[in-house]
């Protein structure tokens, strides 16, 4: 019995010995390892498809965790016919967990920093990366490798993206940190970029919660990003759609990613200046807003936008909430869903259309002409045909409105109602308090109410426009009445416009007759008589009925 014990303590002891033995060969030896740092370099070339080649190797063990630095260290890729990757690092420092590594079956470092190093990367055939065949597997290896280490450093990177045609594209210095815990990974670093800004800086983040390396974009991701100072080098990258004279942009992105689609995208931008080339375009200040992007169902988005506002030469555009669905469609851009807005300054709007010299030249006449103010809110624009975007179908709340005498139509001002219309035609539920109306061709003053409700319609053909009324009420201290009006106005110039009034009046100061007959229809001489004719009194039924033509075209009577 006794001496098997002592012949178990003796196989005891030298299974001790071995790992003790081991671990001091590996003391002792490790450091010679830069002896054989050619030979080390070859094997690693062979076995990565990259030429591999560094100056000094540095390797010792500490609490089995084998500590390697290498210096002077130079990545070529071999392949042919593929884009190709250079990289020049005075230092990477790694620190291999033995332990988990020998778990995973794979290179596991608790710490490994690549620092100071110049990275070139060349396009081929228009393409950034190898063929899908080729880079599928070597993706996935990648990022089944990454999946275990759980600390991975960047420090002082310059990179370079050299297209096959155009300037060297820089992205210098780069500093990221990849970490890795309980299955949830996280990459996060700053770069500056002065191919999109001379002082251009961005700061990113990206946090997974659930990945597969199999199938990396089915995983869940939150991201953000912000950039500061980004300017008018952006037109370098060829994602302006007009040229800049000045740009100075900063951004804040954040958002999701789950099961291969976007979940979520909000943020917030500023612009100042904004400053588009061209003589037409005058300089814009203070463009600012935050927005979110919704995905919906059927590839349709939602894009809201918060506080979106801006300034031209000091006069300010203010837009407190736009809301605008849409879906991609494939080989027709975007298509049109559903478009709404919180409130709408028509003065400022006028203002912005005018100096951004955005219309065709006849309409900016038409619209200088009407010069209209007051405010839109609850607009509600939908899209019969979103494949149409002239097919558009608007409701809105008008509140004060005026417009000015447009050619033979009237001038009227305090419109307020509901307003619904498409492209050919529309009308408005008047309900003003304070309403003014005015037919500068045929009365010398418009008309004032308290009070004024009714249907004001139009419909444009290609022949003509016609505006009409339903019954109006019309309410003011000295007068009550009731009435209609139309006007048909052809685009033939050599047509006659027909205008058609009808008024009733009850209840009405006697004195208001002179604002109710039309001098040139009367002649001035009858109606200066009439004017002067009436005193006082009151009047009990009254009517008014005209029809005329308010084109003066030799040999038309009328």
């Not at 019995?1 to 030298?14: A, E, F, G, Q, S």
């Not at 993206?161 to 820089?170: A, D, F, K």
């Not at 498409?422 to 008047?430: D, H, K, S, T």
């Not at 084109?551 to 038309?556: A, C, E, F």
Request: charged share 20%.
């Amino acid at each position: 019995m006794t001496r098997r014990l002592v012949k178990l303590y003796k196989i005891l002891l030298i299974l001790a010995l071995i790992p003790a033995l081991l671990l001091l060969s590996l003391r002792f030896g490790l450091p010679q390892l830069s002896r054989f740092s050619d030979q080390i370099a070859a094997s690693l070339s062979a076995n990565l498809g990259v030429n591999v080649r560094f100056g000094e190797l540095h390797a010792s063990l500490s609490r089995l965790h084998l500590q390697v630095r290498i210096e002077d260290l130079t990545l070529l890729s071999s392949a042919t016919n593929a884009p190709t990757l250079s990289l020049q690092a005075e230092q990477l420092e790694m620190t291999l967990d033995v332990l988990q590594s020998l778990k995973h079956l794979m290179p596991v470092f608790s710490v490994a920093e690549l620092r100071d190093a110049d990275i070139l990367w060349q396009e081929y055939d228009g393409r950034w990366l190898p063929s899908a065949s080729e880079n599928e597997d070597a993706s996935a290896k990648l990022l089944a490798l990454l999946q275990h280490q759980p600390s991975l450093i960047l420090s002082n990177l310059h990179i370079g993206l050299q297209p096959q045609v155009g300037e060297l594209q820089l992205i210098s210095p780069l500093n990221a940190v990849f970490e890795a815990a309980r299955g949830e990974y996280q990459i996060s670093g700053s770069a500056r970029m002065p191919r999109i800004g001379e002082d251009a800086y961005g700061v990113f983040a990206l946090h997974a919660s659930a990945f597969d390396p199999a199938d990396p974009l089915g995983g869940d991701y939150r991201f953000y990003f912000q950039s500061d100072a980004l300017g008018t080098e952006l037109l370098n990258l060829g994602i302006l759609p007009v040229e800049m004279d000045a740009l100075n942009l900063s951004a804040h992105l954040w958002g999701g990613w789950s099961d291969h689609q976007l979940t979520e995208l909000q943020g917030d931008f500023s612009v100042t200046p904004l400053s588009i080339s061209g003589p037409q375009w005058p300089e814009i200040d203070n463009l600012k807003g935050r927005f979110v992007l919704l995905p919906l169902v059927d590839d349709s988005y939602q894009l809201q936008f918060k506080t979106l506002q801006a300034s031209v030469q000091g006069v300010p555009l203010v837009l407190t909430e736009l809301i605008s669905e849409f879906r991609l469609a494939a080989n027709q851009g975007i298509e049109p869903l559903h478009f709404t807005l919180d409130s709408l300054d028509l003065a400022a709007l006028h203002y912005w259309v005018e100096m951004l010299d955005v219309l065709p030249d006849a309409a900016e006449q038409v619209l200088d002409r009407l010069a209209p103010e007051g405010q839109i809110s609850q607009l509600v624009v939908g899209w019969e045909n979103p494949q149409d975007w002239l097919s558009f179908v608007l409701t809105a709340r008008l509140d004060d409105v005026a417009v000015s005498a447009w050619q033979d139509a009237p001038e009227a001002s305090g419109i307020s109602g509901q307003l619904h219309a498409n492209l050919m035609m529309g009308q408005i539920e008047l309900e003003s308090a304070a309403f003014t109306l005015n037919f500068p061709q045929l009365f010398g003053n418009g008309w004032d109410y308290t009070e004024a409700s009714g249907l004001v319609s139009w419909q444009i053909t290609g022949e003509a426009l016609r505006l009409n009324t339903g019954l109006l009420s019309l309410r003011n201290e000295a007068i009550s009445a009731n009435g209609r009006f139309g006007l048909y106005r052809p685009f033939d110039p050599e047509e006659q416009i027909e205008f058609s009034l009808l008024i009733g009046i009850t209840d009405t100061d006697a004195l208001q007759t002179e604002f109710y007959t039309p001098p040139r229809e009367l002649g001035e001489t009858l109606y200066d008589w009439l004017k002067g004719a009436i005193r006082a009194g009151q009047v009990n039924q009254a009517g008014l009925l005209i029809h005329a033509g308010l084109r003066l075209i030799p040999n038309i009577c009328r």
